[in-house]
């Protein structure tokens, strides 16, 4: 089945994100189709690849990128969200005259449109968050 | 139509768990996920609400959730079924869609 994800809280403020990925390796493991994770709202947080947990936390983002390397999965953080939060691709940096990007690898940053194409296209959308 | 239900709140913190089962239709299903696991525990104030609740629904607790709160899994309210992440992917699936209350 083809699932569509939404994330909507950060990696610091409850358990969504953590549980998001937990429900996604599961259902990779089912042989699922993950359609599309879409980060939304303060979700955005978990793109940046300047974050730098201590060792012995969990990395998150890591996670994900790594998720999305090995099983092709199609990472979305919203625009809005991102550029309210400081979360920047090359492309977007350039265009707000800003200094450097901050994306991680395996994440893209897209419009709300692809949202609302996951809620279409996949099966089943089901929400992370607080 | 089945739907699934997810909550993830204690409901000692907010009202989530309370208004979904008061809103949702017969024959639905509930997860609890997160702080919500608390709700499915003996001998709270809320025990009395989910044991009648369970005539009307199909209740889940996620048991990783469960144990990373020390909750016993002996204290778990009889009818609830403790599941795993691969049973909420199988409910997920199963359910004709899925409404998370936030």
Known sequence: ??????????PYQHQASDTALQYVKAAIKKGHEIYRVFFYNDGVNNATRLATPPQDDRNITKEW??????????LVVCVAAAQRRGILDKGE????????????????????GQLVEAGIQADRLITFGD | MSML????????????????????????????????VISVMKSTKFTEMIESSLKDFKMYALKPDLEARGLSLNNVIEG?????????VDLTTEHDSVQSWL
Not at chain 2, 17 to 35: G, H, N, P, R
Not at chain 2, 80 to 88: A, L, P
Request: glycine share 8%.
């Open chain 2, 5 to 36: 239900h997810t909550v993830n709140k204690s409901p000692f913190e907010n009202s989530t768990v309370t208004s979904c089962i008061s809103m949702c239709a017969k024959d639905s299903s509930i997860l609890f996920i997160e702080d919500a």
């Open chain 1, 1 to 10: 089945m083809k699932l569509g994800i939404l994330i909507n809280e950060g």
């Open chain 1, 93 to 112: 940096a350039e265009r707000n005259g800003k200094d450097s990007d901050n994306i991680e690898e395996g994440f893209r940053i897209s419009g709300l």
């Open chain 2, 80 to 88: 609830v079924e403790i599941v795993g992440y691969e049973d909420f």
């Open chain 1, 65 to 74: 990128s790594e998720l999305a390397k090995n099983h092709n999965i199609d």
